[in-house]
């Protein structure tokens, strides 16, 4: 059973129209548009709120395929403002850049060699609490939703973005689906991860999970 791909467990988008890994924006330096690293933040955040509530846009910054951990970011903005960006041990942004910020052409200065390739990847995680028991309605809205989102931040190429089929549960080691009149369907699990497929499961009325998982993930069997 094939899970997303995953940086410490979270959702790489590996198709370039929506999740490009950009090596090349490090060639002019240290400093970057803003823009060029978080490509599709912009498209992102300028969707209301209420329509991305159910997803969690993030990026990590990678050298040589691999997480860029102890590296220092700052944007700044063309009044000289700094922002300090800070990076955690995964690659991973800790703050991301506003609309606002976005909108008025702020650069990313790294505090690299200006010889250093770096490149960024888009990550994104449902907004779902870990727990056992859910309402498969919440399950099956957040995918919906999060396919909406994804659709409506890649625009044009709107055809070629991902589309989430599931969500997996890690850790939780199994689970069932239960249905109105009482009756149950195992989930499917694969190293202690729990897959629930809203497409294969219509009409569930809650999901029970062995444990709470440690995280949950978008779940796409083609990555």
């Given at each position: 059973m094939k899970r997303r791909a995953a940086l410490t467990g979270l959702m790489i988008l590996a198709l370039a129209?929506?999740?490009?890994?950009s090596d090349a924006w490090a060639d002019a330096g240290k400093t970057v548009s803003a823009t060029k690293v978080f490509?599709?933040?912009e498209s992102m955040l300028k969707l209301p709120p209420a329509e991305?509530?159910?997803i969690k846009v993030g990026y990590a910054l990678r050298r040589d395929g691999k997480p860029a951990a102890g590296v220092k970011a700052?944007?700044?903005e063309a009044s000289g403002a700094r922002t300090p960006l800070p990076i955690d041990d995964r690659g991973r942004f800790e703050r991301l850049p506003t609309l606002a910020q976005l909108q008025a052409k702020?650069?990313?200065h790294l505090d690299v060699p200006a010889?250093?390739?770096f490149?960024?990847?888009m990550l994104l995680d449902p907004v779902l609490k870990p727990s056992a028991d859910y309402d498969a309605r919440e399950l099956v809205a957040t995918v919906e939703e999060s396919n909406s989102t994804i659709r409506k931040a890649a625009g044009a190429m709107a055809m070629l973005a991902p589309q989430m089929?599931?969500?997996?549960?890690q850790k939780a080691e199994s689970g069932v689906a239960i249905f109105p009149n009482g009756s149950s369907r195992p989930l499917p699990s694969d190293a202690g991860t729990v897959i629930f497929t809203p497409g294969q499961l219509k009409g569930a009325a809650r999901v029970r999970l062995a444990k709470t998982p440690t995280a949950v993930d978008y779940y796409n069997s083609k990555k």
């Open positions: 129209p929506l999740a490009p890994i490509p599709f933040l991305r509530a159910r700052a944007l700044v702020a650069q990313l010889d250093a390739k490149g960024t990847v089929e599931g969500l997996a549960f």
